[in-house]
């Protein structure tokens, strides 16, 4: 009875968690699908408010909204995507080397994170977009290059206390390599970690992508991206056009919830026991 | 005459509803059928290794459990049934807790506001008095808890139930971390205490001191009291004592031959059947692990075996 | 007295050291990151405006250094910024230092109103959500606070702009100042009133943060063993709360916010753009358009410079309040 009720909740979290994920991946296919026809300009209809036919409304070129938005989701997955994907992966080397390396390193890795946290993350961002000439490379490395910091420190935690656990003590003594203790010990408990890292870290990344492409920074004005498109609603709010900024937000709003949802449903199932609450 | 106890708990059983792994449920009983009385002007002693479960009867009687604790049996104070109301009123007035250690106390606030409690109109001349007899100097009012030392912080902590004039006191290892002396001097004033007429129900692991200012001793064992004897019996020796544990727990004692009981004391969830002590109790019979004795009198004290004489 | 004051100018004096190397190392690094830019400080400042002078021309070379190499370029630039001269903005055409001065009062006063609300805000729902933890309130205010924090702060601006600005009309669409008045002419009022809605905007966007912090730290308060003795001492809930309670969860709650001055200067960045505010956050976002190089770098740095302070004083503030610290040395 027991058993089968922990089977029941984990089998219901899995479903919940494959659903979310169909329901991104639709978003995202959906996106790329669409064609180019679909957002095109049409001064006959520009700046309709929503209706059935346009559920979003129209921009002031005539663009329909709803199709834009959901460009522009696809296009911001992607961003969020590889950047979080970068990062976590600069979190994981430096958190362990910061962990199995000399203490001079750990100093000097613990000292860069601190330089990384010392600059607000959207004015570096900024600086480094605008190093690489703006423009989509720029982005990426921006937002990858601030996210590792936290998941970096959290890593390094880890491996500190792994290392000292009685288990890797007995596999050293046992004669094993270091290689092997990484493979066997460290690698199977940091995976877990690393996956709910990248996929939390996700939801910030697409949100510093809409920011900084509201900025002016990064995608170019013509790509559909959701922060040109509220950049773009800006100009004709006080005009009282407020789909252009109410729509696409809340999409990205939701799908940033949705993430964020499929993420801790993730660290549920990988770690029941420090999500029991 | 027959006195009105202070404290009377009747078949107390304490159980902790646990979520075992990810999402099982399951109940852990910590106190079984506890049953003891404290009459004012006496010391009773509850006496057990650690992991017994003793601490949890404190906070039973205060009404302090933490939240997924179900209680069975009664208590009365003053012949008064005690519901979780009433332990609410009575707590801090007529039922005063002396806590273990100086984590009892806030880190933040100092020593003499805190020892004062939130009461109005605030008791800080009784406070300053109480202070001068526990040996406590003028400027100990202006630390804060982290720089008292071991038997200040305990000093300081009786201080608070003093303060509170309340009858019925509950002092929960009140000495670890003290020196002898010092423990000595923290139970003279319970002594003091209770000749003033108050109940001290004293919870303990040191049985060698218990034996000494206690006027009755419970002997508990396993989330349950095996016997409860006064402490003359103790000072007697094993012939005037009447349960097994009680004895083999005389004869451990480093002055009686050091003579170690073999075995553990069996931990919550892995209790075993009929009577707690029978793996362990060189007498036992068939009957011992069938069903579980109860609690009766003899010579005096109580013991809880079939075969006690 | 003194044996309680020496060893804390000496963490001060430590952590200030600390501070000022990373100063130092965010110096190198945003000197590195905007000569690799394709930005040429020099063609920018001339493409600007009008007829520049021989004169002018030497100037901005001799400042930017472009014959030398790299390093010495920047050892240039790290000895006028010591002497205080941070440059030429090329889209204002005024020094940087009187930009950064003038923006930041603004920044400072937005910053300042978002803080305390974010703060405010923020430190009563955890105490509310801390005390009530898992019954309605709690839960509520629980996934308010995580959909608070999954919202972008520029879209907040927007929408608040939507409903306060364009449909209620109460507060006007952008600028620190009415139109067409002069700086001395705006009364304090007048500034309140626009600023109001940005520091709404930055307040909202950051105090999920502070809230959850305070609703876990006073859970754990909650269940501390001094809390357990204060109720066997017969306080009761609301008692408990006021006299244990707080006094527990202040300092890490106020740690908490001084050490967001990152985010804090991060959001302002968005929220003045949104509202077309004239502070150091949306001059930050200009210059990096404009390619105006000192202006991006000197307000890099202040960000920098701002953060550490916050740190500081977060970190000073433990050993100020916390009577452990304070007084482990005696």
């Given at each position: 009875m027991k058993l089968f009720r922990w089977k029941n909740r984990r089998t219901r979290t899995l479903c919940y968690m494959t659903l979310l994920g169909l329901l991104l991946l639709a978003a995202y296919l959906f996106g790329l699908l669409i064609p180019e026809e679909a957002v095109a300009t049409d001064f006959m209809n520009a700046k309709l408010p929503p209706s059935l036919e346009h559920p979003f409304g129209?921009?002031?070129?005539?663009?329909?909204?709803?199709?834009r938005t959901l460009k522009g989701l696809s296009v911001s997955i992607t961003v969020g995507i590889f950047a979080s994907l970068i990062s976590a992966v600069i979190a994981v080397l430096v958190g362990v080397a910061a962990a199995v390396g000399s203490k001079w390193l750990d100093n000097a890795i613990c000292f860069v994170i601190d330089l990384f946290m010392g600059v607000p993350h959207t004015?570096?961002?900024?600086?480094?977009?605008?190093?690489?000439g703006r423009g989509l490379k720029g982005l990426l490395v921006g937002i990858a290059v601030t996210h590792w910091t936290g998941l970096a420190r959290v890593i390094r935690g880890e491996v500190l206390t792994l290392r000292n656990h009685p288990f890797v003590a007995v596999s050293r003594r046992l004669g094993k390599s270091s290689g092997w203790i990484l493979r066997h010990h460290l690698l199977p408990h940091l995976l877990p970690q690393f996956l709910v890292g990248l996929i939390l870290m996700f939801p910030h990344a697409i949100l510093h992508e809409a920011s900084i492409s509201f900025l002016g920074y990064g995608l170019s004005p013509e790509q559909p991206a959701i922060g040109i498109i509220l950049s773009e609603s800006m100009k004709y709010l006080s005009a009282g056009l407020w789909w252009?900024?109410?729509?696409?937000?809340?999409?990205?709003?939701?799908i940033v919830l949705l993430v964020d949802k499929f993420g801790d449903n993730l660290k549920r199932i990988l770690d029941p026991y420090s999500a029991q609450e | 005459m027959e006195q009105q106890p202070l404290l009377k708990v009747e078949d107390l059983s304490v159980t902790f509803r646990m979520y075992d792994g990810a999402l099982a449920q399951k109940d852990l009983s910590v106190i079984t059928d506890l049953s003891l009385t404290v009459y004012p002007g006496e010391i009773v002693a509850v006496a057990g290794s650690s992991g017994s479960g003793k601490s949890l009867l404190a906070s039973a009687v205060l009404g302090l459990l933490p939240g997924n604790a179900v209680t069975g049996g009664k208590m009365y104070y003053r012949g008064e049934l005690l519901t979780s109301e009433k332990q609410k009123a009575l707590r801090g007035k007529e039922i005063a807790l002396v806590p273990q250690s100086v984590s009892f106390l806030d880190p933040l606030m100092k020593v003499g506001p805190q020892a004062d409690g939130a009461k109005k109109p605030l008791p800080t001349k009784r406070r300053k008095s109480i202070f001068q007899r526990l040996g406590l100097p003028e400027k100990t009012e202006k630390l804060y808890p982290f720089a008292l030392s071991g038997g200040m912080a305990r000093r300081v902590l009786v201080s608070t139930a003093l303060i509170s004039d309340a009858d019925l006191m509950i002092a929960d290892e009140p000495t670890p971390g003290m020196t002898l002396n010092q423990a000595l001097e923290a139970l003279t004033i319970f002594r003091e205490m209770a000749n003033e007429g108050k109940g001290i129900l004293l919870i303990t692991h040191d049985i060698d001191l218990a034996f000494a200012f206690a006027d009755r001793i419970a002997v508990f064992y396993a989330g349950t009291t095996l016997e409860i004897a006064s402490a003359k019996d103790f000072q007697n020796g094993p012939d005037t004592l009447r349960h097994p544990y009680s004895k083999a727990l005389w004869q451990a004692l480093p002055q009686n031959g050091f003579v170690p009981l073999k075995g553990f004391q069996p931990y919550a969830g892995h209790l075993p059947q009929g009577c707690l002590f029978a793996p362990r109790c060189p007498y036992k019979k068939e009957r011992c692990e069938r069903e579980t004795p109860s609690m009766r009198e003899m010579r005096g004290g109580e013991v809880r075996c079939f075969y006690a004489t | 007295m003194k044996e309680k004051i020496l060893p804390f100018l000496g963490a001060f004096f430590a952590k200030g050291v600390r501070m000022l190397a990373l100063l130092l190392v965010v110096s190198i690094a945003a000197f590195a990151l905007v000569s690799l830019s394709p930005v040429d400080p020099v063609q920018q400042y001339l493409l600007g405006a009008g007829p520049v002078s021989e004169e002018q021309r030497a100037q901005v070379e001799e400042y930017w250094g472009v014959n030398d190499p790299p390093v010495e370029r920047y050892f240039n630039w790290l000895s006028s910024l010591l002497s205080g001269d941070m440059g030429i903005s090329t889209l204002y055409r005024r020094p940087v230092s009187d930009i950064i001065g003038e923006r930041f009062f603004n920044s400072i006063a937005l910053m300042l109103c978002a803080w305390l609300l974010s703060g405010g805000i923020g430190f009563a729902l955890g105490c509310v959500m801390g005390a009530k933890k898992d019954r309605w309130p709690d839960r509520i205010l629980k996934k308010?606070?995580?959909?608070?924090?999954?919202?972008?702060?520029?879209?907040?601006?927007?929408?608040?702009?939507?409903?306060?600005?364009?449909?209620?009309?109460?507060?006007?669409?952008?600028?620190?100042?009415?139109?067409?008045?002069?700086?001395?002419e705006v009364s304090l009022w007048q500034r309140f009133y626009h600023l109001l809605l940005p520091a709404l905007t930055l307040s909202l966007a950051s105090f999920s943060n502070i809230a959850l912090h305070t609703r876990q730290k006073l859970i754990d308060v909650l269940e501390d063993d001094y809390v357990l003795f204060a109720r066997a001492r017969g306080e009761g809930e609301g008692t408990i709360l006021r006299r244990h309670g707080l006094r527990n969860i202040l300092i890490p709650a106020l740690t908490l916010q001084f050490s967001s001055f990152a985010e804090l200067f991060g959001g302002s960045v968005l929220a003045e753009t949104v509202f077309s505010y004239p502070g150091l956050g949306s001059a930050a976002a200009e210059a990096g358009l404009n390619s105006d190089i000192p202006l991006l770098l000197g307000i890099t740095l202040f960000s920098a410079l701002f953060v550490c302070v916050g740190n500081l004083i977060a970190d000073m503030l433990y050993r100020v309040v916390d009577p452990r610290i304070r007084e482990e040395r005696r």
């Open positions: 129209t921009d002031s070129l005539g663009r329909d909204l709803f199709f004015v570096l961002v900024l600086l480094i977009s605008f190093a690489l252009p900024a109410v729509f696409p937000g809340l999409t990205l709003v939701l | - | 308010v606070c995580y959909l608070f924090s999954s919202l972008p702060t520029f879209w907040l601006g927007l929408v608040l702009l939507l409903v306060f600005a364009v449909w209620l009309a109460w507060f006007p669409v952008g600028f620190s100042a009415p139109i067409g008045m002069l700086d001395s």
